[in-house]
Each structure stands twice: as C-alpha cells, then as structure tokens.
C-alpha cells in the first residue's frame, strides 16, 4: 500500500555532508511515524532516528549533535541531513513508515540507499 524511495546517497570525505530523502506515495495513514534505519556490513540494522506526524522526534546517541530529520506533510517526504560524517557512519540507509494496527506497529520499508564516508 505505501512505496518508499531513498534518495541522497553517495560518497563522502569525512566531515562532509549529505542530504538524504525519502518519498512515500499510495495509502499513508494521516497517523504515523517516519524513520532512518541504517546497517552496516556483518552488524544489525539501527535505529538512525524517527519523526512522528505530530512532531516528536528520536535520534540514536551516536548522531545526536550532527544529523537532522524532518518531514514535509505536504509532500509525503522525509529527510535526513547528515553533518560532520564519520567512517563509521558508513552503511545502507533505509526509510521505514510505520502505523498503528490495534496493539501492533506495522512497518513498510525502502530499498535503501548506500552511504560511504571514506577519504
């Protein structure tokens, strides 16, 4: 019922910056919470950080300080602003909604997009 589309990958020096983006289009419930996710290789998918339709936002402890996320109702989009990358920073980044179904949260996810920070 709901497409995502990342966008905003690519390769980085450390220090940089990049933008990411995800659009979410077909039935998205007026209720929701949209996030980043991000995993690197041989370690579990993480929680980057979450915005809420009504604002409330969470960032994992590692980019607190140097990444921003909003969203644009509007548009059905999501962002990610990414300062001050690091190597470790490194990994496939994907865009998840999710909405309450009674108790239970379902999920629908991107394809992902990669970003490497390397100099």
């Known amino acids: 019922q709901v497409q995502l589309v990342e966008s905003g990958g690519g390769l980085v020096q450390p220090g940089g910056s990049l933008r990411l983006s995800c659009a979410a289009s077909g039935i998205i419930f007026s209720i929701n919470v949209m996030g980043w996710y991000r995993q690197a290789p041989g370690k579990q998918r993480e929680l980057v950080a979450s915005?809420?339709?009504?604002?409330?936002?969470n960032y994992a402890d590692s980019v607190k300080g140097r990444f921003t996320i909003s969203r644009d109702n509007a548009k059905n989009t999501v962002y990610l602003q990414m300062n001050s990358l690091k190597p470790e920073d490194t990994a496939v980044y994907y865009c998840?909604?999710?909405?309450?179904?009674?108790?239970?949260?379902?999920?629908?996810w991107g394809q992902g997009t990669q970003v490497t920070v390397s100099s």
């Open positions: 998840n909604v999710a909405h309450r179904d009674g108790d239970i949260w379902r999920d629908c």
């Open positions: 915005i809420s339709s009504a604002g409330l936002i």
